[in-house]
């Protein structure tokens, strides 16, 4: 798809409006005119543009007015502005008022041309910032992708083979276990890693609007459309989109998903024409795919064109040994380097002693508590407030909730074992035990006594 840059001409003057948008044309950008602020502001409401080149001194709204109008409406938009007025004064009115660059009338092709052509860079730097700062919010829970194990160098020795690939890759493992990082990892791992990394989560936008999300829609498609809008899909144009939970996906969304992968084309939602995509897709999901073929919920034909290059991810605790490299990288994250801290001997056992069913994103949870509840530079055993104490193993033998169904226990007494295993993993501190419990000390006190809790230093 060879992109045709979109310019908005805006000028009183019909002679010189015609000649501009001549003038784009010819140089094969597409321009469209529009004699005054007012229409020109209804065209962007309606219009996706690269940039508009406005006169300033116009009837009604100027064109330095404009350019406020502009940035309120579609502020990534760059306004060059042009003038037969030309003084210092203006030109700095101009730039104060948000314009990209300024002209004077009359001026030469190349003068135009160059300062397009220095919007379109400018913004381009500015959208590749953006999407950098979002890779970076949305990267991972628990940092870059880490593992020693054999599961995991497999996985990086697909992913070398396979990063300079188009063809559709399908992620599976639990929730918590980094497929994303994996999606993105790849992407920035091959040739298409300066063009855009795109994830949507499909479970988390009603079907009824992840279709618009996707393909984009044009004005008026549905209520609540009042412009015309771009999708994902066009967004990720030479890149890669990634499609978290994709089992969650409708039916009648998965039937317009195979017809793109077997297109490569997209229809906006209202359109009547179609737009050519070059998109590589990742797809992941922590269900069964399998099961949901067999119960109908989902289309074997797409599961066949998603499933070009799968990849596998085994949950934590089939990978004790990818625990503790993990373990250091997200303490390293969440301390910093102006407080290093580090695990003792004895932490990194009891970490790998855990069975982690909600993989790193549980244990990316227990550091980050524990550097908030710890103030000493190293975290110990009993610094590790386990996501839930239901899976630390207590006195008694076994899952803490298992011993509470086999003892037939009452909610009370549970809530007391619970409190006595809590101050034997903070070696009886119950100023920190409090804070993990999530109630006063005064309570503490009372119900640890009648818990029989070990005696110990308070502070």
């Not at 948008?21 to 597409?30: F, I, K, P, T």
């Not at 493992?173 to 920035?188: C, I, P, W």
């Not at 998109?279 to 119960?295: G, H």
């Not at 009370?412 to 074992?417: A, P």
């Amino acid at each position: 798809m060879t992109e045709q840059r979109r310019i908005l001409v805006v000028d009183d003057d019909d002679a010189m409006r015609e000649m501009v948008v001549s003038l784009l044309g010819d140089q094969g950008y597409e321009a469209t005119g529009e004699d005054a602020a007012e229409p020109a502001l209804e065209h962007l409401r309606a219009h996706d543009v690269d940039a508009v080149v406005s006169d300033i001194r116009m009837p009604g709204m100027s064109g330095l007015e404009l350019v406020g109008a502009i940035h309120a409406l579609r502020p990534a938009t760059p306004v060059v502005l042009m003038t037969a007025f030309g003084s210092i004064d203006s030109a700095v009115e101009a730039m104060r008022a948000g314009a990209f660059d300024y002209i004077t009338k009359p001026f030469k092709r190349d003068e135009l041309f160059l300062a397009l052509e220095r919007a379109f860079e400018t913004r381009a730097l500015l959208e590749e910032n953006r999407r950098l700062r979002r890779a970076v919010d949305r990267s991972s829970a628990f940092g870059d992708l880490i593992g020693s194990s054999p599961a995991m160098h497999d996985i990086f020795a697909l992913m070398r083979k396979v990063a300079d690939n188009r063809s559709s890759v399908l992620i599976t493992g639990e929730s918590g276990t980094g497929k994303e990082v994996v999606a993105r990892t790849l992407h920035f791992a091959g040739t298409r890693k300066e063009k855009p990394f795109v994830p949507i989560n499909c479970t988390a936008i009603p079907e009824g609007l992840l279709e618009s999300e996707l393909f984009g829609h044009v004005r008026g498609a549905f209520t609540g459309a009042h412009a015309t809008k771009r999708g994902l899909f066009e967004e990720a144009h030479g890149g890669t989109l990634f499609l978290d939970e994709i089992g969650d996906m409708g039916p009648g969304l998965q039937s317009k998903l195979l017809r793109v992968l077997q297109d490569r084309e997209i229809r906006p939602v209202g359109g009547n024409q179609s737009v050519k995509v070059d998109v590589r897709i990742v797809a992941a999901t922590n269900k069964d795919l399998d099961k949901e073929m067999d119960s109908g919920h989902f289309r074997r034909d797409l599961f066949y064109r998603l499933n070009v290059i799968p990849i596998h991810i085994p949950p934590l605790r089939e990978r004790p040994e990818d625990v503790r490299p993990l373990a250091e990288a997200l303490l390293a994250k969440h301390a910093g380097t102006d407080s290093p801290r580090r695990l003792a001997p004895s932490a990194i056992e009891r970490l790998m002693a855990c069975p982690w069913e909600g993989n790193a994103r549980e244990l990316e949870n227990v550091l980050e508590r524990a550097l908030a509840l710890s103030d000493e530079e190293v975290i110990g055993a009993a610094d590790l407030p386990l996501g839930s104490e239901m899976t630390a193993a207590p006195s008694g033998g076994g899952n803490l909730l298992r011993v509470a169904v086999d003892r037939r226990m009452t909610l009370h007494e549970l809530g007391d074992l619970y409190i006595e295993e809590t101050l034997k993993q903070t070696g009886g501190n119950k100023v920190r035990a409090a804070k993990i419990l999530g109630i006063n000390r005064r309570t503490l006190y009372r119900r640890g006594e009648r818990a029989n809790a070990p005696k110990a230093d308070e502070a």
